[in-house]
């Protein structure tokens, strides 16, 4: 028995979501959910790693065989300083959430995220980002991670706005050579008004709002929470409030960056409303 994972060698193609805590993770539904769908043998599991050991973890995985891996908290960094190779919007991000071994061995990621918030806007929910001001709140990995995809978007501006100031500066001036990136003080609203809004910190998570003022919301407003909970999160609730024409949580998100995911591992693309649908009912 390895510290992560079994001895010996997995009897399936393995696939295992890694992080910490991780328990409840719903990795493990959305993949077998789109290999029941497309008749794909697998197994895949939740395996918590810390922070610190992925790197261990990732030489164990490969010994028992294992051929794809899905980062999470906190390892997204880790994920992206071990790779040999990067995916040209993962090595943007600065952040990785896919995982995998090219033929001679080495470990290849790449970033889904940003193209699972975009997915869900666009193609589940008809919001063309395309011309559209977003306000971007939150300068962590999960914000890092999707501005690459909002950039190749389109929008006619992009504005961050972080608690640590100094945090949305750094972000901005690493995409300095693809867009000018504005600053929003924290708890301001950008002068003109967002077409979208975009909460990517884990406020949501301790039942806590943004301090943005309710001018900044009205009724051809989008609001998006990339964090999802069986009730209105915080902020799908305050935006529902002040009359959002649609405010949205990142369920969508997080089965649609499973299935690019997916498609990375087994060259196949899976149909997610079912699963959105499916989780949806299950909560
Ligand atoms: P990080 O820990 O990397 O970043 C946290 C962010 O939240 C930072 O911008 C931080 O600001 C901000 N923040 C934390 N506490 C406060 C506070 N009290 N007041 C103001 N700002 C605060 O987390 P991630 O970026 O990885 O995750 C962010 C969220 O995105 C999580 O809720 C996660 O679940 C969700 N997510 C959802 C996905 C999906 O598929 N739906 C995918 C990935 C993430 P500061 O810099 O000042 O500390």
Same mark, same amino acid.
């Given at each position: 028995m390895g510290r992560w994972f079994p001895a010996g060698r997995a009897d399936?193609?393995?696939?295992?979501?890694?992080?910490? =805590?991780?328990?409840? *993770?719903?990795? =493990? %539904?959305?993949h077998g959910a789109f290999a029941a769908q497309l008749d794909v043998q697998l197994r895949y599991e939740r395996v918590e790693v810390e922070a610190g050991q992925l790197a261990a973890a990732v030489a164990e995985f490969q010994a028992y065989g294992g051929r794809g891996m899905n980062v999470t908290l906190p390892l997204k960094e880790e994920a992206w300083q071990l790779a040999a190779s990067r995916t040209p919007r993962a090595a943007q991000a600065g952040a990785a959430n896919t995982l995998?071994?090219?033929?001679?061995? %080495?470990?290849?990621?790449?970033?889904?995220?940003?193209?699972?918030?975009?997915?869900?806007?666009?193609?589940?929910?008809?919001? *063309?980002l395309a011309g559209r001001r977003i306000l971007l709140l939150g300068a962590g990995g999960a914000a890092r991670g999707v501005v690459p995809a909002l950039l190749d978007a389109a929008p006619a501006s992009l504005a961050i706005s972080n608690r640590t100031p100094a945090r949305a500066a750094a972000?901005? %001036?690493?995409?300095?050579?693809? %867009?000018?990136?504005?600053?929003?003080p924290w708890g301001q609203a950008p002068e003109t008004r967002p077409d979208v809004i975009i909460?990517?910190?884990t406020l949501s998570l301790h039942g806590e709002l943004p301090p943005l003022p309710a001018t900044a919301v009205a009724a051809g407003s989008v609001c998006y929470d990339m964090m999802y909970a069986n009730e209105a999160t915080p902020f799908v609730a305050w935006a529902r409030g002040l009359g959002a024409r649609l405010a949205l949580d990142g369920l969508g998100m997080l089965v649609e960056q499973a299935a690019e995911s997916f498609a990375r591992w087994h060259d196949l693309r899976p149909a997610t409303a079912p699963v959105i649908a499916a989780l949806r009912g299950a909560r």
């Open positions: 399936l193609p393995y696939f295992c979501v890694v992080g910490s =805590p991780i328990a409840h *993770s719903k990795s =493990p %539904a959305i995998w071994f090219t033929d001679d061995g %080495a470990v290849a990621v790449d970033n889904t995220d940003g193209a699972g918030l975009v997915r869900d806007l666009e193609v589940n929910h008809g919001v *063309s972000l901005c %001036a690493s995409f300095v050579d693809r %867009a000018v990136l504005e600053v929003v909460n990517g910190t």
